[in-house]
């Protein structure tokens, strides 16, 4: 009911309240006080009540604004794993400034509503973000508990289940967010994936086959499925499917470096270098591609570009036992052997595992280091 219609309300109510004392009373300046003093009370409860109903509304609206701010600082539901992932080195200070002014943001939303389940879980995603998954999985287990139909809680505590490497849980929580939203890309992506990581690839291709046709142009299910595709033998398609997820979203430096990784392993190792050209140039950081890139010079008998990128991985990542074992190869070939003795004692100190030829590293069904030797 608008302002007007509680006035009219208010008149009514006054003038019955107004009529009754009059009859008792049989004053008419009692009942024109009586109509005034009801009236201003009546209207002074009716604005006292439209503030907080304002107040609250506004509050709401407030709350809203902050979540999505902080959700697009964090890098929305793609954004957030890959920052937080093992694989990939982000731009740490610039992520690290996003991460800070999404905490300031919520601890505002927080003074508003501090029960708002989206709330807690957007805590949650911080923590996430930070890498702190089991603090994260308490925070998004407590809004789950606020709001147990919220599939993308669900969705973001298989997301924390992937990262710790228990993919049983993971699948658990991804199964409730499609069964919660049967018709989300994203989900069924995202349970896909898992399925791929814990080396269930049928299962996997099917579920991001699901992602496909719910959204065709979901880049990141074409990307995955093609990598599963590749690993059960149909190579040709496979590489196909990365293609078609580049065509969608040529910016990114994931989809170029898995595309590196399935050329390199079909043995088209100058097809593979210049993707992993392009994955390094998006994102300069990424020191897995890097590292990939420096194989591939290697292996072309460009030793001097290997060095190079090698030590680039080296300085972004310098506990990355892997790329120092490279470098060792790239001086051996370049006669520096005091150097190559060096870069073998820093890879043997940081634990280099010579007998393991494919690096699956976290993501385990997916490939996703290739060997320098």
């Given at each position: ?368 280091r290739i060997e320098v030797e």
């Amino acid at each position: 009911m608008n302002l007007i219609g509680y006035l009219v309300l208010a008149a009514i109510c006054t003038l019955v309240i107004g009529v009754i004392c009059y009859i008792k009373v049989k004053s008419k300046w009692a009942f024109a006080n009586w109509i005034i003093a009801t009236f201003a009370l009546l209207l002074c409860l009716y604005t006292l009540c439209d503030n907080i109903i304002i107040r609250e509304r506004d509050n709401k609206i407030r709350v809203l604004k902050i979540l999505d701010e902080s959700w697009d600082l964090l890098g929305g539901e793609g954004g957030v794993p890959q920052k937080a992932s093992k694989e990939i080195k982000p731009k740490v200070k610039r992520d690290e400034e996003n991460i800070v002014k999404a905490e300031r943001k919520i601890a505002e939303a927080k003074l508003i509503d501090p029960e708002n389940p989206k709330v807690i879980k957007m805590e949650g995603e911080i923590l996430f973000a930070r890498g702190k998954y089991e603090k994260a999985l308490q925070k998004f287990y407590l809004s789950i508990a606020k709001d147990p139909e919220n599939a993308s809680v669900y969705g973001a505590i298989g997301r924390c289940y992937s990262h710790i490497e228990d993919f049983k849980k993971a699948i658990e929580a991804q199964k409730k967010a499609v069964e919660l939203e049967p018709e989300s890309a994203t989900h069924l992506q995202n349970l896909g994936t898992t399925y791929l990581i814990d080396k269930q690839a049928k299962l996997g291709i099917k579920k991001l086959r699901e992602s496909i046709n719910v959204n065709p142009s979901n880049a990141f299910a074409l990307m995955y499925l093609g990598v599963g595709l590749f690993q059960e033998g149909e190579k040709e398609d496979g590489i196909k499917k990365v293609e078609r997820a580049i065509e969608i979203d040529p910016k990114n430096a994931l989809f170029h470096y898995h595309l590196g990784l399935l050329k390199y392993t079909a043995n088209q190792i100058e097809d593979a270098q210049k993707s992993f050209e392009l994955s390094a140039s998006i994102e300069p950081t990424y020191s897995a591609a890097l590292y990939n890139l420096g194989v591939c010079y290697y292996k072309l008998d460009k030793f001097q570009a290997a060095k190079e990128t090698f030590e680039k991985a080296i300085y972004i990542d310098p506990t990355d036992p892997d790329v120092y074992k490279g470098l060792e190869l790239a001086l051996m070939k370049m006669n520096d052997l005091g150097g190559a003795r060096k870069a073998r004692e820093k890879a043997k100190e940081l634990g280099y595992n010579a007998k393991q030829k494919i690096k699956e590293g976290r993501s385990g069904g997916i490939l996703s280091r290739i060997e320098v030797e």
